[in-house]
């Protein structure tokens, strides 16, 4: 089935650092989500995308759907220790109903 | 508020056993997706509800999986005769309408040990 390759898979930084992780498709996507999972709760939503090139911003956290629409990237600035936790990427292939294709995740860690 | 909630939040079973996994989506919301997250994977959709639409069952790794949603509401998602590779976290997600709504809720998920 599809696969979505996310790196890093794991990333340890400073409080205060900026991060970056992306995720590539061998597909076409026509939708690139970005949530996050802290331990023991279900991943929530932080950014959705829907058209190539788009750049969005929620907050610290900036993210953008690649012009090949086989690409995506999240960006956070000024990390803080709240933002750990496990990042994944989702994708979807075709408008309608198809299912979200997932990442295998990021998993960040901030050092204080 | 009332987000998505799943029970047990944990569960140990002998292999071979029966389990059966509880999903109560958020109040109005007309679809129920079920996940399997293994340690260090992604999410793996399982199942997918909409309305009264027949599910799309097209995830579902074996024969021993099986799903129902009551009344368009509560799901039970059931294992039959576990095997130590179902040992996972179950998540189940609603949302207000079918995959063209990208706002999918997850719940907490139910961990899944088989010994």
């Known amino acids: 089935g599809q696969q979505l390759n996310q790196s890093p898979q794991s990333m340890f930084i400073q409080e205060g650092e900026d991060v970056s992780m992306n995720c590539t498709s061998s597909s076409i996507f026509n939708t690139w989500l970005w949530y996050k999972q802290d331990p023991g709760e279900g991943p929530v939503l932080l950014i959705a995308l829907y058209k190539a090139g788009e750049l969005t911003s929620n907050g610290r956290l900036t993210a953008q759907f690649g012009i090949t629409r086989k690409d995506s990237f999240l960006n956070i600035s000024a990390s803080i220790p709240s933002d750990v936790g496990i990042y994944f990427c989702?994708?979807?292939?075709?408008?309608?109903?198809?299912?979200?294709?997932f990442g295998k995740g990021t998993r960040l860690s901030v050092i204080a | 508020g009332a987000g998505v909630s799943q029970s047990p939040s944990n569960k140990v079973t002998e292999k071979g056993k029966d389990v059966e996994l509880r999903c109560d989506p958020i109040s109005g919301h007309t679809a129920l997706y079920w996940y399997r997250q293994s340690l260090g994977q992604g999410l793996e959709f399982l199942i997918y509800f909409q309305g009264n639409s027949a599910p799309d069952k097209s995830g579902l790794p074996s024969d021993r999986f099986s799903a129902e949603r009551t009344g368009g509401s509560v799901s039970t998602l059931t294992i039959q005769r576990t095997q130590q590779e179902d040992s996972a976290v179950y998540l189940c997600?609603?949302?207000?309408?079918?995959?063209?709504?990208?706002?999918?809720?997850f719940g907490p998920g139910t961990r899944l040990t088989v010994l």
């Open positions: 997600a609603s949302s207000f309408s079918g995959w063209g709504a990208d706002t999918q809720y």
């Open positions: 989702a994708g979807r292939t075709y408008s309608g109903n198809t299912p979200l294709v």
